[in-house]
């Protein structure tokens, strides 16, 4: 089975190696019909290029719904273990590039600037086309990311050593991980933030395919989302000027937030596996509470980041879209464990006085700040019990909001999975909202409207190591 995926993520990597180049040649007409039609002033030739533009145009946008679906294949990535049991990561697909002569500029370079013999530095010269070459399809394994940061490694150097303040006739040409929109530069920083780019990207892959129903499982893949995030941001620290959408700061501002969402929720995940996280205090509910927030909360910021205009339709929509599923899911089970938080240790019997209070401060605190400044804490076993029901009616509000989406998007509601967790997760609300209505010694409050109306749940802080991301800037 493993095989027969892998072999599967080949022919797309093939497909969409196509696809840029099919795209590549339609700009190309696209643009020359253009120019033709600013330049032309005979009305029928006017009319026959104008005919043509619009078919090249045509064929564009088409390629680029074709690939836009490609990217939308969330489950290619992911690991034969997870179908059953976790929900599918986004990753991209790695950006394609054209194959560059490195050789003859190089050893003229050698020649005329350094009066050297190239035949005395052949083997060096062929070790880093051979590099090249290899990193424009890299393993998608720890070899893979080793060559690539390898190859980053030698550009740094190549650049010193030779084109630092030199001209030079190379020309790399990559294409736009998304769209395939082509960028070509006479320039060796364009190469190596691209090739950043791609390490980002294995880095998400690798996260994807790690088998998240087992420890080890959850911990590589935690591991390799804040390298990819961490990737990007140092990339968007370092790379300015960007030619290509991808390399956007605003995309990869988002791709940052949204590789962080996917380790902080596989961080959940792996508390998830841990019989013992049902039996824990209120403590716990509350911990659980605000782990949850902070995933919805980054799920969100990932969201609006896609949602922004100038990029609305450039992000794959199931990527929006599942992103806002998340959120609202998450953001459902922070409420679910906060009702759960409120109401399964509202019994006081045996408790002094003082436990309980200090109870009552810590389900106020775990609110976000604005919200704690507006409301007084709970000073009465009924009011404990009327937040708790409250916190409950939005969960199951967050939880409808979710599936609605996923039922609305024709890639999502194809994944069973996910389908399927999101439907588990509402019924754990649903079956606490009925044993409250049963229970003849709950005075229920009336039921709220809208989601605004209950208090949002703070999230708790990204810790110190969670936001060590791996990179090293001295190793590139």
Known sequence: MADTTATLRTKIQTRRSTLNNQISKEMRMVEGAENLLKASTNRKTRET??????????????????LAQLNSAVTIYQNDGNKETRVPMICLGLKETDAVDLAKPLE???????????????????????????????????????????????????????????KHNIIFQWYDSVQGMPTAQQSITFEKASVVFNI????????????????????????EFEAASGTFIH?????????????SPHVLQMLSTLMLAQAQECMFEKRSLDAEVLEGGVELAIELAQDTALVASLYEKAFDFMDD????????????NLSRAKDFHFRALSHYYAAAAHLDFADETGLADVDIADMRDQLHNMLETSVRSQMRPILSLQEQVERGVVHLQVSMMLHRDGQRILRNDPELKKLETLVQVFAQDEQMAVAKDVELREDPSIEMPQPITAVSEAPRIHGETLSQSFLELHITESSW
């Not at 290029?49 to 074709?66: D, G, Y």
Request: one cysteine or more; aromatic letters at 12%; charged letters at 25%.
């Open 108 to 166: 003229r370079f050698i020649a005329t600037h350094y009066y050297g013999n190239p035949d005395d530095y052949e083997n060096q010269v062929m070790d880093l086309v051979t590099l090249r070459m290899a990193a424009r399809n890299p393993q998608r394994s720890k070899d893979g990311l080793d060559l690539l940061e390898s190859y980053v490694r030698q550009l740094y150097w190549v650049e010193r050593r030779f084109f630092r303040n030199q």
């Open 49 to 66: 290029v104008a005919l043509e533009l619009t078919f090249h145009e045509s064929n564009l946008e088409r390629l680029q719904s074709q």
């Open 235 to 247: 990339l968007n620290e370092k790379f300015y000027n960007a030619p290509s959408p991808d390399m």
């Open 200 to 223: 980002g990207v294995l880095h998400s892959q690798l996260a994807s395919r790690q088998d998240r129903s087992t420890a080890g499982g959850v911990d590589c893949a935690i591991e």
């Open 309 to 320: 205009a100038h990029f609305r339709g450039y992000i794959p929509k199931s990527w929006a």
